[in-house]
Each structure stands twice: as C-alpha cells, then as structure tokens.
C-alpha cells in the first residue's frame, strides 16, 4: 500500500518563506506522478493551487510555485501572508485511474 | 462559471445504503472526467473514485470497491455515488469534482461538500 507523505504541520513567519513537501513511503515523486497542490481552510471546499508538478491553477498568486526538490513535490509559498494559514493536500496520480493524497500539511503563519 | 452542488447526504445505518448527486453547470459535463473525494471529520482528503468523461471506465479506491458505483448521466448534467453497504468509516463530506483537461490528472473544480454520517 502507498503512502504519500507531507510533514504534519509547519510554520512561517509573515513575509517568509516556506517549502512543504509530498514523498512516496517507497520510491521518489517523478512529474510522471502529476503532482497537485490543493489548499483548505476549515469548513471549506479545497482550492486547486498547483496541477502538473509547477503549473498554477487559474487565479493563483505567483508566490506559489511547485517543482521536485530531490525525490519529493515541492510547495513553496513566497511571501507568506496571513490568510495563507490553512492545511495544504498535495495528491499524486499513482496510474491505473487511481489518486493518493496525503494527510495534509497544516500552515501556521506567525 | 463552473458550478458543482452535492446533495442526498444524511443520516444512515450500519449496512444501509445511500445515493448522492452532483448537478454540474457552467461546463461541457460530457467531456470531463468527474471523481468523488471524501473527508471524514477532522481527517485528510482521500480520494474515493472517478469515472472518465464517456463512461466508459471507473475506477475506486481500495477501500469503496465493491461498495461504491460511480455513475454519471450527461443528459441531466449529473453525477452519482451509490453507496452500498455503509460503515462507519465512510462517515464523511463528500466532494465532487470535476477534472482538468485530458491528460492533466487534477481536480480543477469542487461542489461544497455534503456529509454522509453512518451511525446507529
């Protein structure tokens, strides 16, 4: 069974920099794997951020970018502002029709 | 504008069975591929299954197969998830949404969410 993997939670600071991350338990992130961004605050639907590894969805500020760092899918927000505190899903395309998210990256701005 | 609205969640039993629908607007419904995404409470997104813009393949995740049967009827608009033989862990909103362009594998649009919660 494969896991796809983000770190539970992380923190920045106004103005900064953050990278999160989206590894496989077993093998390395490829873009053959069409890696996806998606950001949630509670009690709200998911917005699409990234598609196709670095690929910004329609109306997504340019201080999100997405790219492979080593053999992980990379989210990384430049310039970090308040209302950028939610929890961060990436989700890989595993083949065969199928999709596996990972448990979310919950972003504290502070 | 793309619009995607869940609805036929509720209240079921251990066992019981429930169908909900997304009514999809704003878009061709007959050339995407659609995918049901649930979320149980305070938990991640897990995607539950889809099924591809003429039909004519489905898929599900391990944990729906046999259970669940996407369907979808172009003429109306709409997508379904019939959901058989309900657990308690299938307690959850659940999402449609509509996928990208062909050959791009992401979600590009999502419905609210309606909550299915399986409890005697």
């Known amino acids: 069974q494969t896991v796809v993997t983000q770190e539970p939670s992380f923190s920045v600071s106004p103005g900064g920099t953050v990278t999160l991350t989206c590894g496989l338990s077993?093998?390395?992130?490829?873009?053959?794997?069409?890696p996806s961004w998606y950001q949630q605050t509670p009690g709200q639907a998911p917005r699409t951020l990234i598609y196709?590894?670095?690929i910004r969805s329609s109306g997504v500020p340019d201080r999100f970018s997405g790219s492979i760092l080593g053999n992980k899918a990379a989210l990384t927000i430049t310039g970090a502002q308040a209302d950028d505190e939610s929890d961060y899903y990436c989700?890989?395309?595993?083949?065969?029709?199928?999709?596996?998210f990972g448990g979310g990256t919950k972003l504290t701005v502070l | 504008q793309v619009q995607l609205v869940e609805s036929g969640g509720g209240v079921v039993q251990p066992g019981g069975s429930l169908r909900l629908s997304c009514a999809a607007s704003?878009?061709?419904?007959?050339?995407?591929?659609m995918h049901w995404v649930r979320q149980a409470p305070g938990k991640g997104l897990e995607w539950v299954g889809l099924?591809?813009?003429?039909?004519?393949?489905?898929y599900y995740a391990d944990s729906v197969k046999g259970r669940f049967t996407i369907s979808r009827d172009s003429s109306k608009n709409t997508l379904s998830l019939q959901m058989n033989s309900l657990r308690a862990e299938d307690t959850a909103v659940y999402y449609c949404?509509?996928?990208?362009?062909?050959?791009?594998?992401?979600?590009?649009?999502w419905g609210q969410g309606t909550l299915v919660t399986v409890s005697s």
């Open positions: 989700v890989l395309y595993m083949g065969s029709g199928t999709w596996v």
């Open positions: 099924t591809r813009s003429d039909a004519s393949n489905k």
């Open positions: 949404a509509k996928g990208g362009d062909l050959g791009s594998y992401y979600f590009d649009y």
């Open positions: 196709s590894t670095n």
């Open positions: 704003g878009f061709t419904f007959s050339s995407y591929a």
């Open positions: 077993s093998g390395s992130v490829s873009t053959s794997y069409y």
